[in-house]
Nanobody, 125 residues
Framework: QVQLVESGGGLVQTGGSLRLSCAAS????????MGWFRQAPGKERDFVAA????????YYGDSVKGRFTVSRDNAKNTVYLQMNSLTPEDTAVYYC??????????????????WGQGTQVTVSS
């Protein structure tokens, strides 16, 4: 059974930082691209960041470029999202996802097979 478990969310002030983690089990982690998505209340789910299976390439949504960094440790079956310079607009539930994605699909949530339960990130002004 595949499980993705996010952690590291919480409440932070504007300008602060958080590091999210997503621990995967039940799949051959090295063979999966990993993505981060977020959904704010009343809004659609948005692509945040993703990293290819070999960490050779990473991708970011326009609103987080230069502030967020995605990384992975295949030895630990874990993907990370370092979030800096947070603003209230970053407030959302953050989800990690695993999928056999390619460059053309890595930003599309429909291309991912497995999802975590989400972790809340709240940025106060």
């Amino acid at each position: 059974q595949v499980q993705l478990v996010e952690s590291g969310g919480g409440l932070v002030q504007t300008g602060g930082s958080l590091r999210l983690s997503c621990a995967a089990s039940g799949l051959d982690f090295r063979n999966y691209g990993m993505g981060w998505f977020r959904q704010a209340p009343g809004k659609e789910r948005d692509f945040v960041a993703a990293i290819r299976w070999n960490a050779g390439s990473s991708y970011y949504g326009d609103s987080v470029k230069g502030r967020f960094t995605v990384s992975r440790d295949n030895a630990k079956n874990t993907v990370y999202l370092q979030m800096n310079s947070l603003t209230p607009e970053d407030t959302a539930v953050y989800y990690c996802a695993a999928g056999r994605v390619i460059t053309s699909t890595i930003r599309d949530g429909r291309a991912y097979n497995y999802w975590g339960q989400g972790t809340q990130v709240t940025v106060s002004s």
